[in-house]
């Protein structure tokens, strides 16, 4: 049978390769069980959950699973099939095996099958500016072969911002809150209501999040609605305190204030826990204390959590239900 690519139905499931140090490890674990439901090990995972990996600090790739067989001979056979008429194309091989290290296929064998695989599809084959990329891989002993889509690491353009706050999360754990508690946007609603300067504003904005921010000081209000704008975004950001709300959200992602650096006292961060308890139906909650006890008081039960490490320094996200 003749596949024409535009003519391939979409795929249902997909491979996701991933890449973090070990400080992002637990973070990058939780932010997959938010997305798929499950993590993994070995920083590959298989999904039918299709996600946009430059949504992800930590997803490096997607291949859009089309063919897969137990042997490479298999995944050549389909694609004789492919053909893409004058379209380009390029191959590339996944690094996502989990072969035995006996067994690992280096990199002159890579790029060998790199080729046969190419040589098999009908179509102009272009290094450099293809207009499909096909990716090809090995993962629980069966071989994969798919549309493949990069990674852009967006987050990046958001590092410098007009207006900064030294204490403000990472743009990297800001993305990932955001992806936690808002993994499928479709439909949702989110608030961000201690917001501060607008680091988890300006990723869950950047990521289609429908979310609205707000906070207790305008000095940071104006912060925030400075960096949404520098950055060509749109979000409505508010001043006032989180009591003031009554409007209902699907989530709510708060970095709680902390003693350190502001005036908050215990009570205070109590009366926020309880207001977010009223206000939304989840919670991801970022905090340097423990607030376990706190968060069973306001009414919450803590589904799943994580901790996000920078050298000695550490911050717990909690997801809480």
Known sequence: MKYILDKLENSHNYIYTYVCNA???????????????????????????????????????????????????????????????????RVVFIKINDLDKEEKIEY???????????????????????????????????WYLGKYTKSEAVWLRHLKKPREYSTALSTRVARAAANIAVPHPAGKKAIDPCCGIGTVLVEALSMGIDIIGRDINPLVTNGSRENIAYFGLTGDVTTGPISEINEYFDAAIIDMPYNLYTHATPESQLSILKHARRIAAKAVIITIDNIDDMADEAGFIISDRCVAKKGLFERQILVCI
């Open 23 to 89: 400080e992002e490890r637990s973070l990058c674990h939780l932010e997959m069980r938010s997305f798929f439901g499950h993590d993994s090990q070995k920083n590959v995972i298989k999904s039918n959950v299709k996600i946009d990996p430059s949504r992800s600090p930590f997803i490096k790739e997607r291949i859009d699973i089309l063919f897969e067989g137990e042997t490479l001979s298999d995944i050549l056979l389909h694609a004789e099939n492919i053909h893409m008429h004058d379209e380009t194309f």
């Open 108 to 142: 002159q064998e890579r790029l060998k099958i790199e080729r046969d695989v190419g040589w098999r599809i009908n179509g102009k084959a272009d290094l450099r500016k293809p207009r499909q990329i096909f990716g090809v891989g090995v993962f629980e002993d069966r």
